[in-house]
């Protein structure tokens, strides 16, 4: 019998664990904090900076919603980041992607603190994790693990095949995984041999930004199937794994929505709580 991997379900305890911890946190006089900046004025982007400024505060964390205007200049940017990395009331920093057309991105997440980059968003993020040297891991990466942990479903001794090679998700899960028990594929769309490397995978993450890209055919039997995919038609969310004919093929799969898109706000929260416990050490 195929398992639904419910993130709804597992961000819903989440927020009991997380509220524990913020309440013990403050306990100690640590108010846990998150700055998000916002640049420019995107209706999506504000929407969801929304979302994760109300989910922090129901399990108490602060947030602190920093706005600039689209056509802000790269250094300001960069200079409302280096400040909020130097004050210790902020935990976690946040840079809410993808930034208006003419700002440098890579110098404005550069500039966060890797202590309170939450997001796993600068270089020095990802260098560590290849590294193996620690660091916040991206909340998509997270929330993977943190499903398959939660359904104890293996994660080591299998082999993972990520479809798409985005900085948030698919190369920072290629390095936390060299550093794992696990052979590891990465690929996209472009890829003349992907239909062959997703018949291969016992775990299969799909991030391809296409409807339904990933059929029955293209899935071995009994692969775990994690489906990263948001692409919006006509005011619907639809995944990029045709859910319904694939669920009978794998031994576990996600659905869209209420996969891993309820945990990415969880996992963000989560850092942030560890940056302002180890802010006091």
Same mark, same amino acid.
């Given at each position: 019998?195929?398992?639904?991997? %419910?993130?709804?379900?597992?961000?819903?305890?989440?927020?009991?664990?997380?509220?524990?911890?913020?309440?013990?946190?403050?306990?100690?006089?640590?108010?846990?904090?998150?700055?998000? +900046?916002?640049?420019?004025?995107?209706?999506?982007?504000?929407?969801?900076?929304?979302?994760? =400024?109300?989910?922090?505060?129901?399990?108490?964390?602060?947030?602190?919603?920093?706005?600039?205007?689209?056509?802000?200049?790269?250094?300001?940017?960069?200079?409302?980041?280096?400040?909020?990395?130097? &004050?210790?009331? +902020?935990?976690?920093?946040?840079?809410?992607?993808?930034?208006?057309?003419?700002? %440098?991105?890579? *110098?404005?997440?550069?500039?966060?603190?890797?202590?309170? &980059?939450?997001?796993?968003?600068? *270089?020095?993020?990802?260098?560590?994790?290849?590294?193996?040297?620690?660091?916040?891991?991206?909340?998509?990466?997270?929330?993977?693990?943190?499903?398959?942990?939660?359904?104890?479903?293996?994660?080591?001794?299998?082999?993972?095949?990520?479809?798409?090679?985005?900085?948030?998700?698919?190369?920072?899960?290629?390095?936390?995984?060299?550093?794992?028990?696990?052979?590891?594929?990465?690929? %996209?769309?472009?890829?003349?041999?992907?239909? =062959?490397?997703?018949?291969?995978?016992?775990?299969?993450?799909?991030?391809?930004?296409?409807?339904?890209?990933?059929?029955? &055919?293209?899935?071995?039997?009994?692969?775990?199937?994690?489906?990263?995919?948001?692409?919006?038609? =006509?005011?619907?969310?639809?995944?990029?794994?045709?859910?319904?004919?694939?669920?009978?093929?794998?031994?576990?799969?996600?659905?869209?929505?209420?996969?891993?898109?309820?945990?990415?706000?969880?996992?963000?929260?989560?850092?942030?709580?560890?940056?302002?416990?180890?802010?006091?050490?």
């Amino acid at each position: 019998m195929t398992v639904i991997l %419910d993130g709804s379900l597992i961000a819903s305890r989440m927020a009991e664990e997380l509220r524990g911890w913020a309440s013990s946190l403050r306990g100690r006089g640590i108010i846990p904090t998150l700055a998000i +900046i916002l640049v420019g004025e995107d209706r999506a982007s504000r929407r969801y900076v929304e979302l994760k =400024a109300r989910r922090c505060m129901e399990v108490g964390v602060d947030a602190r919603i920093h706005n600039l205007p689209a056509e802000a200049p790269t250094e300001e940017a960069v200079e409302l980041v280096e400040g909020l990395g130097r &004050d210790p009331s +902020i935990h976690g920093v946040m840079v809410q992607l993808p930034l208006p057309e003419g700002l %440098d991105e890579l *110098p404005i997440v550069e500039a966060i603190p890797p202590e309170k &980059d939450v997001d796993g968003l600068s *270089p020095t993020t990802l260098g560590r994790i290849l590294m193996g040297r620690g660091g916040f891991i991206p909340a998509g990466v997270e929330a993977i693990m943190e499903l398959l942990k939660r359904y104890e479903i293996p994660s080591t001794g299998r082999h993972w095949v990520i479809a798409g090679r985005s900085r948030v998700l698919g190369k920072p899960l290629a390095a936390l995984l060299a550093n794992m028990d696990c052979a590891a594929t990465i690929c %996209d769309r472009e890829d003349p041999n992907l239909e =062959a490397y997703l018949r291969e995978a016992d775990i299969l993450v799909a991030d391809l930004g296409k409807r339904w890209y990933v059929r029955e &055919d293209m899935v071995k039997e009994s692969a775990v199937v994690i489906d990263m995919g948001n692409n919006y038609e =006509a005011g619907r969310v639809y995944g990029d794994v045709d859910f319904e004919r694939v669920k009978g093929r794998a031994s576990a799969i996600t659905p869209v929505p209420g996969g891993v898109g309820p945990l990415l706000i969880s996992m963000l929260i989560r850092n942030t709580l560890k940056a302002a416990e180890r802010s006091r050490i």
